[in-house]
């Protein structure tokens, strides 16, 4: 069964840090990628996502994520994050040509930065 | 503004009693969605429905069951034969259920059973 793992639980950083947020699926196929963000108090939305193409995945807010296919891995990075950063972000991942119903989330990583 | 309501934000219940939670959409979207939500388990489906009157399972439908009888409106049903109903709620919704169509989700809600 497809699996998808987020390594870290809760990150803590300082503004301007750079964030890199690990996110491993467990799938030999080809996939698709999403990385959902929730900020306190809102719902979850999309951050951005990875169909085929350039590997390297720009979305709103100065976020990217780089596919890794050799690693299995979907990376959400950020240079310099800001206070507003602060929330709850989720990896997750279905194989291609599926569908909705097949989206599979991992548990999720909190971040919270200090101003 | 578009969006999608579940309703009420906090519902508690007495263990043994079935309890509906409301999701209604506004975004003319055809498929629809249940997720459950606990601490450090990231989100799980329940349920899932494509097209008014259809609905399949989802990863967790034991204790659940939902109904699809108008495209707006998607309600889940706990039953008392869930084992753990404590926990947070959402409704997403998409217009079409292809991965190109993303998930738009509701704001939740908490379900506290006792």
């Known amino acids: 069964a497809q699996s998808v793992s987020q390594h870290n639980h809760h990150v803590i950083l300082s503004e301007a840090a750079s964030l890199e947020l690990g996110c491993n699926y467990s799938?030999?196929?080809?996939?698709?990628l999403f990385w959902y963000v929730q900020y306190p108090g809102q719902h979850l939305q999309l951050l951005l996502k990875y169909f085929s193409g350039d590997p390297l995945v720009k979305g709103i807010k100065g976020f990217e994520a780089e596919f890794i296919k050799s690693k299995f891995s979907f990376n959400l990075r950020k240079p310099s994050v800001q206070w507003s950063d602060t929330a709850e972000y989720f990896c997750a991942v279905s194989h291609y040509g599926g569908s909705q119903g097949n989206l599979i989330f991992g548990k999720g990583t909190k971040l919270s930065v200090k101003p | 503004d578009g969006g999608i309501t579940q309703s009420p934000k906090y519902l508690f219940r007495k263990e043994g009693q079935n309890v509906t939670l409301s999701c209604e959409q506004n975004l003319n979207h055809d498929a629809m969605y249940w997720y459950r939500q606990d601490p450090g388990q990231g989100l799980r489906l329940i349920y899932y429905?494509?097209?008014?009157?259809?609905?399949q399972k989802g990863d967790i439908a034991e204790g659940y069951s939902v109904s699809r009888e108008k495209k707006e409106s998607f309600p889940l049903t706990v039953t008392s034969a869930q084992k753990n109903p404590t926990a947070f709620y959402l409704c997403?919704?998409?217009?079409?259920?292809?991965?190109?169509?993303?998930?738009?989700f509701g704001n939740g809600t908490r379900l506290t059973v006792t």
């Open positions: 429905s494509q097209i008014v009157n259809d609905f």
């Open positions: 997403a919704s998409s217009k079409m259920t292809g991965m190109e169509s993303p998930l738009h």
């Open positions: 799938y030999g196929g080809t996939v698709n």
